[in-house]
């Protein structure tokens, strides 16, 4: 299967599925899809299968994508029962973020793999930055901008969300924190506009990647791994229940700062790849 020895598959198996428990986790609680998380993680997994390496950061963020939208729609209703979810800045973000999802899968059909490398490293650089200073301080004001600013929010969103392979959710949390939004709505409303994000974001990836289907793993639709997502997607959809449980009760500081240390790492790691 794939040309790999049993054994190597079966720890790649065990791998995939115990970063999904955390990416499950990480999306309740945090109002993020995971894809810091599962990114690094797949990289691994495709430098082993011998995925090429112009498109293999590709291949990593769509399977990320595909992966975490089971994951951030049972995350968004979990929070929409609690009464968490901003409707209004659900419904205004959905469109622009879209727009933004597509740009982003159409520069994964032309773009080196270094593009996304460097995406990656930036913003896994500012979310590390902000759970470790605790920038929660930082503020923009006490209330919500216009429609217009806050459709710019929303394309931005869905643009870095497509280059990066997350859902949005980290960028949303971040921008609504500065306008003073409570912590339980901006995680929530965070993964509403995840929702449409990482369903055109699996669309877009299958499309972008079609081009180099004679390139890629078996089993796989563009640049999304069917593998990957039947390993992957099932556990982290299923703890994300436990995630947003947490989310609601649990001091938040200390995972701050680890899930910071985390991202730190993995952008370094993709520095060196970057220079090595």
């Known amino acids: 299967m794939l040309g790999h020895p049993i054994g190597e598959l079966v720890m790649l198996a065990l791998w995939i599925a115990g970063a999904g428990l955390v990416v499950g986790v990480l999306a309740g609680l945090?109002?993020?899809?995971?894809?810091?998380?599962?990114?690094?993680?797949?990289?691994?997994?495709?430098?082993?299968?011998?995925?090429p390496e112009d498109l293999r950061m590709q291949m990593c963020i769509g399977t990320s994508i595909a992966i975490i939208l089971?994951?951030?729609?049972?995350?968004?209703?979990?929070?929409?029962?609690?009464?968490?979810?901003?409707?209004e800045v659900?419904?205004?973000?959905a469109l622009p973020a879209v727009f933004g999802v597509a740009i982003g899968a159409a520069t994964a059909t032309y773009a080196p793999s270094s593009v996304f490398k460097i995406a990656f490293v930036v913003f896994a650089a500012f979310i590390a930055t902000r759970m470790l200073i605790g920038a929660d301080r930082l503020s923009l004001g006490t209330e919500?901008?216009?429609?217009?600013?806050?459709?710019v929010y929303g394309f931005i969103t869905g643009l870095v969300s497509s280059l990066v392979g997350v859902s949005g959710g980290a960028v949303a949390n971040a921008v609504l924190t500065l306008y003073g939004r409570p912590m339980h709505q901006?995680?929530?409303t965070a993964a509403g506009i995840g929702v449409p994000i990482t369903i055109a974001g699996t669309i877009g990836y299958m499309l972008a990647g079609w081009p180099h289907q004679a390139q890629?793993?078996?089993?796989?639709?563009?640049?999304?791994?069917?593998?990957?997502?039947?390993?992957?997607?099932?556990?982290?959809?299923?703890?994300?229940?436990?995630?947003?449980?947490?989310?609601?009760?649990?001091?938040?500081?200390?995972?701050?700062?680890?899930?910071?240390i985390f991202l730190a790492l993995a952008s370094l790691r993709f520095v060196f790849s970057l220079i090595g």
């Open 30 to 51: 945090f109002g993020i899809g995971g894809g810091a998380v599962i990114v690094p993680v797949l990289y691994e997994v495709f430098r082993a299968l011998d995925v």
């Open 70 to 87: 089971p994951t951030t729609i049972r995350s968004y209703y979990g929070h929409k029962k609690k009464g968490a979810v901003i409707a």
């Open 90 to 93: 659900v419904r205004v973000w």
């Open 144 to 151: 919500l901008p216009g429609r217009a600013v806050l459709s």
């Open 186 to 188: 901006t995680v929530g």
């Open 216 to 260: 890629l793993p078996p089993l796989s639709i563009g640049f999304v791994s069917l593998i990957g997502f039947a390993l992957m997607a099932p556990v982290s959809s299923y703890t994300a229940s436990y995630g947003v449980r947490l989310a609601h009760w649990l001091p938040r500081r200390q995972l701050e700062i680890a899930f910071g």
